[in-house]
C-alpha cells in the first residue's frame, strides 16, 4: 500500500482514527519507502528505530482509546540542527560527530507531545550554511524529481524527504530561505514562521536573529497544523512572544477581497529564469481570477539586502560557533602542543570550507575599527528594509512573488561561485531581515522542475500567508506530488 | 620627588540570587563538587538560549540606586567574544555601551569617589591544570559550576588617592552592599573582587601615567598590601629611570607581591555586539520607583544620624551603622534603655563579637540592670550570653540563678574586714607606703564576694585602710 507514503495528514489522520491503518503501519510503510529510495535520494543521514518503534506504539495506544489530536501517529523527519534527546545531531558537520544531545528542543518536544513520529534526521548544508545541501559535511542530498540536480538547501534533506514520499512532513530551518527555497525546488509547501513565533531553543543557532524553525508539508493544511502544534511562547527563548496561537485563523476563507503585492524589484532580480518567472505570473493570475486584487509595490532597498545579510548572518555566526572548540563536545584534535594548536586544528578539520568562509567574513565584520562600517550599516540596511516591507503592507494585505529566482540546478554547478549560490537567496532573506511570516507553495513546473510561489505577510498574521497560500492551492489544483526518482545512468 | 597615586577600581560581586544569570541552575556553593552546578544552558551546549534572571537585575538596579546613579530607559545585553577554555560558549554575555546604570557616587571619609556604572554579566568557569600554565599543563581541568553565575561589575572613576582610601572605598561598598540586601559580599567566598588599576603622576603634573591592574585579591588586608607594594614599585621604575609597562600583575599573598601577568599593550578584540539571544530591555519605571522607595536607610546617613540623634562618638556610629542588624538593634535598645552610650558599648564590645543577636528589649534590660548596679557588668555577659542562647529574659535569668549584686553597705564593709583580717601582710606593707597593694586585696575581695559591688567595697578598702 505504497499510496501510504502519499498521504497528507489530513488523509491519514482520518484513516487512523477509523482504525483503517495503525501509526505502526503508517511508520512501516514510510521505512519501506526509505529502503527503497533513499539510497538514491539520501534525505537522511540517520534513522530513529528505537524512537519510532516507541512513538508509533504509544500513538497507537492513544488512538484505540480515541484520543489523540491531528498530528498522532504522523511520520515526521526532523533536520540534523534541531537537538533531540540522545540522537545523534551533528548540524550536518564533522565537528559533532557523535555529539548526541542531553536535551530535546521546544519546538521538536511539542511535535512529540502531539504524537508526531520521528523517523529520522535528514541532510542539511553544514550549520545550515548554503543553498544545496552541497555543504554538508557527509555527503549531499539529490532532488527526487531529478537525482542530478540538487535539493535546495539549507533544509534539502527535509525538503526531498518530504517530497520523495520518505515522510509525511519534516522540520526545517530558515535563516536567508533555507526552508522556503527548498520547499520551493523539490515541490513542497515550506514554511518560515515570524521570528519569535517559534522557540528556538534546541535549534544549533547559525545567525540567531534571523533563524526560525518551520515545516515542510505537502499541503497547505498539513503545515498549518505542524506550524499550530509548534508555534507559542517559551520560557526558555527570550525571543519568543507571548501571542496568540492563531495561524490557522479563517484558513479557509479564500483571497476574495484581499490585496496582493508584486514587488516590482523581486521581479527584476538577476538571474531569474523566465520559466520561473512565467509560472509565478500564471499563479498570480488564478489569485487574481480567485477574487484577490493585484497590485504592484516596491521595496526599493532589495538590492542591498543580500549584501546586509551576508554581514549580519556570519557575524552572528561567527560568535555561536566558537563554542566548536574541541573542549566540550564533539570533535577535538589531541595529538597537540598546546591548547591554541587545539582550537585551530579542530576547528581547521572539524568545519568545512563555507563555513570557515563564514565565521572569518564574520569576524572581519566584528573588529574594532570595522564593526561601524560593516556591522552598523548592516544594521541600518535592515531596518530600511523592515521600512520597505512596513509600507508595501500598507497598500497591500500580502506579498506574492517566486520564491527562488531558478529551478533545481545541477549538483556541483554552483559550488566554485559562492555568490551565484548566495543569490539563491534573494527573493527569501528580506523576509529574514524583516522577521516576517512566509510560505512557498508548489506553482506549477518550468523545464519538467518545480517552481515554488512565496506568500509573504506582516509580523504575526502566518494567518494571512496560509490563507493566501490556501486559497491557491485551492484554487490551481497544484498539488505537491511525489515523484518516482529512477536511478541515473552512471549511478547504481 | 613626589608622587601622586591615582586610582579605579573594578569591583565584580555576586548578587544575592538564588539562581544563575541565564538558566535556572543553583549558584551554588564553594567547596561543591566539580560540574555538580550546571545544566545544558550554562554548559553551552549547541542550540540553547540564555534567559535573564530578573532577581540578578532587581539587585543590580537597587544597587545603581543606592550608588545614586542615572539608569537609563534603555539597556543591552552583549557578546564579549573571546575563546578560553573556562568560556563554554566562546563569549560572556556582559553589557557594553548601554550599561545598566552610569554616574553615581559612593562618600567614603567624607569624599565622593564617583561611580562610571554598574553593570551585569555571567562568571566563567574555573580551570585547575596539573603542571603550570594552560599552555605548559599536561592536564587541566574544567569546573563550570562558576560559569553564568551572575555578577556585577561596578566601576568607579580614577578618583581614589591612596592604598586607605582604596580600601575604605572597598568596605564602604560592601556594607552598602550588605546593607541594601544585595549581596553577601564576602571577599573569601568570591563574592566581591576588588581589581584596582594604579598609576602614579609627579605631584606636579595632570598627566595620567601608565596603569597597571592587579588581580587575585582576596580580603581587604590584601587590597591594602597590593596597592601599597604597587604604589611602591612604580615609583621605583620611574624615578630609576625606567616606564612602567601596561599590564595586569597579579597579586601573591605568599610572597607580597604583585607579578606580572599579560601585557595590555596590544589590547585585545572582543569584537563586542548586541546579544542577539536577548532582546533589548526597556526597564519599568514604576518597578525601578518601587525599588527606589523600598530602599532601607544607607549606612552613610544612618552614620550620620547615629551621631546625631543619640549623640554617639563618630567612631561608634561608624561601628554600628556598618551593620544594619546591629544599627536597628541598637537603635530599638537605646530607646527602651534610655542609655545611648552604654548601649552603644554593649553592642559594639559584647553583640558584634558573638555573632549573635539578642532581642532588642533584652540587650536593654541588660544595660538597666548593668547600669543601676542590680548586677555587675561581667554577671551582665553571661546573662546576655544566656539571654542569646535561650531566648529567656535577663530578669528571670537573674532570679533562677539568684545573681544578684550585693549592696548592703553593711554586708559589704563585713566583706572588706574580713579580707584585711586575713591578709595582715598586705595591711601593713600598704600602710608603710607600697598603695599598689591595694589593688591585691581588691581582688582578694571579688575571690571572695563575686557579687559585690565593686565601687562600694573600693570605698570602704580605701577608707578601712586609712
Redesign the interface.
Known sequence: MSELTELTISEAARLLRLHSISAGELVTAHVKRIEDIDPLVRAYLRFTPELWEKQADEADQKLSRGEGGPLTGIPVAVKD???VKGVE?T?GSRI?RG?K???T?TAVGRLFEAGAVMLGVTNCDEFAMGSSTENSGYFPTHNPWDLDRVPGGSSGGSAAAVAAGEAMISLGTDTGGSIRQPAAVCGVVGMKPTYGRVS??????F???LDQIGPFARSVEDASLVLEAMAGYD?????SAERPNDVRRDFDKGVKGMRLGVPYEYTQVEGMERGVADAVDVAIKTLEKAGAEIVEVNLPHTDYGLAAYYIIAP??C??N?????G???GMSVQDVD???EM?MRTRREGFGTEVRRRIMLG?YA???GY?DAY?LKAQKVRTLIKRDFDDAFSKCDAIVSATSPVVAFPLGSRTENPLSMYLCDVLTLGGNLAGLPGISVPCGMSQGLPVGLQVLAPQWREDVALRVARAYEAASGVRAEVPSPRSPQGRG | MSWNVVIGMEIHVQPRTRTKMFCGCAVGQLGDPPNSNVC?IC??????????NKAAVEACLKTALALKCEIPIHTKFD?K?Y?Y?DL????QISQYDLPMSVNGFLEVGGRKVRIRRVHLEEDTGKLIHAGDK???AWE?F?DLNRAGVPLMEIVSEPDIRGADEARDYAQELRTLLRTIGASEAEMEKGQLRCEPNISIRRYDSDDLGVKTELKNINSFRALHRAIEFEIKRQIQVVESGGTVVQETRGWSESEQRTFSQRSKEFAE?Y???PE????PLQLDRAWIEDLRRELPELPGSRRARLVAQYGLPVADAALIAADRDLADLFEAAAKTSGDNKRTANWVIGEVAPSGRLPSPIHLAEIVTLVGTGKITRDQGREVLAESMRDGASPAEIVATRGLSQVSDPAAVRATVEAVLADNPKAVSDYRAGRVRVIDFLAAQIIKRAPQVDRALANELLKELLR
Not at chain 1, 560557533?321 to 572548540?325: C, E, K, Y
Not at chain 2, 563554554?88 to 563569549?91: I, L, Q, W
Request: with cysteine.
Open positions: 540542527v534541531l537537538c545531531t548540524a559533532l555529539f544531545p542531553p536535551y528542543g528556538r531553543y534546541g535549534l544549533i543557532a545567525a540567531s536573529s520560557p526558555l527563548d527570550a525571543t557575524a552572528e561567527s560568535s560557533l566558537a563554542r566548536f572548540d573542549v566540550k563536545y598546546n591548547i591554541t582550537y569576524t566584528l573588529s574594532s564593526y556591522y | 545544558e554548559l553551552g551546549m549547541p542550540g540553547v538560549l540564555p534567559v535573564i557578546r567574544n575563546m577554555p563554554p560558549k566562546g563569549y594552560l599552555n605548559k587541566s574544567v578584540d569584537r563586542y555586539f542577539p539571544d536577548l532582546p
